[in-house]
């Protein structure tokens, strides 16, 4: 039970590149998230996913893309990288859409742009 | 702007000592308060939470305090141990809504 994992671990890309950043739980939970972490601003959700299927913008969507492939799977894509998406993203999930519950953290994907 | 106001920023606190983090918010409708603790390098994990129909939680040597009428809350860390180092999180959320973390608190505690 690996719970929620996150690939890759680091990248560094250059203005103007994209990439998707990968997640996947073993938890059989229904709701995934996506949050960015800046140095003083703690934690800032930019999109989630209350079931499979379904996406919602969260605090700070402009410039990502996300997709729910499946139960297990949620991606968030960089279409055109900038240097203030340079950060720390988490992937989270827990078991239902209720805020209430709580949530699991992957690891982190450590991004710089250049 | 941050939804819930965290303070300090950092604090440093030698073994056996208490470490206080504190946490304001304007939202009345908020009504779930979790803290989640990071270390580094690792995702940020659930350490304790709170519902404002109880004005203190107490896990192991962590506790939540809460007041509601002040709309603040707090997590007192007890006989601080080196282990404890870590980042702290405050976060609030109402029924619905979405968690709101605040900036956090990284925590040094000396030998």
């Known amino acids: 039970n690996a719970g929620v994992t996150q690939t890759p671990k680091f990248q560094v890309l250059k203005t103007g590149q994209s990439m998707t950043l990968q997640c996947a739980q073993d938890?059989?939970?229904?709701?995934m998230y996506w949050y960015r972490q800046d140095p003083g601003m703690g934690l800032r959700l930019i999109y989630y996913?209350?079931?499979?299927?379904?996406?919602d913008k969260g605090e700070v969507p402009n410039g990502y893309n996300v997709s729910r492939l499946n139960k297990r799977e949620f991606s968030l894509r960089l279409e055109s990288a900038a240097p203030s998406q340079t950060s720390v993203y988490f992937c989270?999930?827990?078991?239902?859409?209720?805020?209430?519950?709580?949530?699991?953290f992957g690891p982190g994907t450590r991004l710089l742009v250049l | 702007q941050q939804q819930v106001k965290q303070s300090p920023q950092s604090l440093i606190v030698q073994k056996g000592g208490i470490s206080i983090i504190n946490c304001a918010y304007e939202?009345?409708?908020?009504?779930?308060f979790p803290w989640y603790q990071q270390f580094p390098g690792k995702g940020p994990a659930l350490l304790i939470a709170?519902?404002?129909?109880?004005s203190e939680k107490k896990e192991g040597r962590f506790t939540i305090s809460f007041n509601k009428s002040a709309k603040q809350f707090s997590l007192h860390i007890m006989d601080s141990q080196p282990g404890d180092s870590a980042t702290y999180f405050c976060?609030?959320?109402?029924?619905?809504?979405?968690?709101?973390f605040g900036a956090g608190t990284q925590v040094v505690v000396t030998p």
């Open positions: 938890m059989n939970h229904n709701s």
């Open positions: 939202n009345t409708a908020f009504d779930y």
């Open positions: 996913s209350a079931s499979e299927g379904t996406t």
């Open positions: 989270a999930s827990s078991e239902n859409r209720l805020y209430q519950e709580t949530q699991y």
């Open positions: 709170i519902r404002p129909d109880v």
């Open positions: 976060a609030a959320t109402d029924s619905w809504g979405k968690l709101q």
